[in-house]
């Protein structure tokens, strides 16, 4: 069974956002995927992010590869535009989709496998080409669609479920995202909502490539003692650098809000987001700058040398550009431009071709 609708019927007294909407209005349908998979908290994350941003679901394109992580598109933002394409093949969708209606909030869902193997070179061109968009991977360093195979993310030394070590050097997401140009770079945890939520917003609202590397364990597959993909394994090996808070501008008060819930104290830091919201960031670690490309780069591979998982907001340039930036593309979206404009005639193509010559 991969379709089962949900009751429309809700409580009447549910609270309300700012569109009148309720939560159970970002939902989709229910999920088919094994009870406890780390997939279905990354959706649940989502909803919550989109609900309390008051983001229109019919303004979203969402967009996957295919594998459980690429099924889930179908569980959360019911009323949006959605395409499930083929096995690694996203990015090229997502970058259609951005590029033909740039009023669309772009959302990715890949799997380590779709990204990471089969989806490598789709993935590092979309990074580099820094399409607008949210681009989300639920890492569980399996193929769990397929009944898991070793992912390329899978650390070397991480056993399978019957005991056999991956021989092979690890492909780490989020340090590729940073040497090829992202503008916002991000890991977290699905069991850590309260990282994930927030990191989501942001990424959602950041212009240009903003790219989330989420641990989701896959409990069917590498969930075991030896994964280092495991609830218990990130559990006890992660450490944030830098919590992240969003906050828009119309609730932002002097002062800012402080990050609750129960981080160690840290500096914080307020850096403006294009639409005029605010990103409080509360460095943990004192020595480390998500300005600074190169040395956030160099964090995350001695983490990574170490067994240790970075998570957090590992980087953010609020002034990068995006590729409508880059291209200078047009204003408004292809779908609302006349004939007129769409063909401005043969005397304008002349022009084109011998600015070429
Ligand atoms: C071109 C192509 N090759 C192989 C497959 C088989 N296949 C389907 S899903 C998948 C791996 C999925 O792994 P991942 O992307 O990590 O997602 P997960 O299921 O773990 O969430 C593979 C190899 C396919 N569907 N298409
Ligand atoms: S096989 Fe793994 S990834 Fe797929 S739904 Fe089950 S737990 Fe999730």
């Known amino acids: ?26 939902e989709g349908s229910v999920s088919t995927l094994c009870a406890g998979c780390g997939h279905d908290s990354v959706s649940a994350a989502i909803v919550q992010a989109c609900a309390e941003l008051s983001l229109p679901p019919h303004r979203f394109a969402k967009v996957s590869g295919i594998g459980c992580s690429s099924k889930t598109p179908s569980y959360f933002l019911n009323r949006s535009h959605g395409f499930n394409s083929v096995h690694g093949r996203m990015p090229s969708v997502a970058t259609g989709a951005n590029l033909a209606n740039r009023e669309l909030y772009c959302i990715g869902i890949s799997g380590d496998g779709d990204t990471a193997s089969i989806g490598l070179g789709q993935f590092a061109h979309i990074v580099r080409r820094r399409i607008n968009m949210l681009y989300v991977v639920d890492n569980n360093g399996t193929y769990g669609l397929t009944k898991g195979q070793f992912s390329a993310t899978n650390d070397k030394g991480s056993t399978s479920k019957k005991g056999k070590p991956n021989l092979y050097e690890p492909i780490d997401l989020a340090s590729m995202a940073l040497q090829i140009g992202a503008g916002f770079v991000a890991r977290s945890f699905s069991g850590d909502k309260r990282q994930l939520v927030p990191l989501i917003k942001a990424g959602l609202m950041h212009r240009g490539f903003a790219f989330i590397d989420v641990i989701s364990p896959c409990v069917a597959f590498n969930n075991h003692n ?14 944030t650098v830098v919590a992240a808070d969003y906050v828009r501008g119309g609730d932002f008060v002097a002062g800012g809000q402080e990050i609750t819930a129960d981080y160690e ?51 953010v340039d609020p002034d990068a550009a995006d590729c409508h930036e880059i291209l ?9 431009l006349d004939e007129a404009e769409l063909c401005p005639g043969s005397g304008a193509l002349t022009g084109i071709n011998d600015s070429f010559r």
């Open 1 to 26: 069974m991969t379709f089962v609708a949900k009751p429309r019927v809700h409580h009447p007294r549910l609270p309300v956002n700012e569109l009148g909407l309720t939560r159970r209005d970002y």
């Open 265 to 315: 104290p840290g500096t914080t830091e307020d850096v403006s987001m294009p639409d005029g919201s605010v990103l409080r960031l509360l460095k943990l670690d004192d020595d480390y700058d998500p300005h600074d490309r190169v040395a956030a780069l160099g964090h995350v591979q001695a983490c990574q040398e170490a067994g240790e998982v970075v998570t957090g907001l590992l980087y």
């Open 328 to 336: 200078e593309t047009v204003q408004r979206p292809l779908n609302a």
């Open 226 to 239: 030896g994964s280092t993909k495991s609830y218990t394994y990130v559990r006890s090996h992660s450490e």
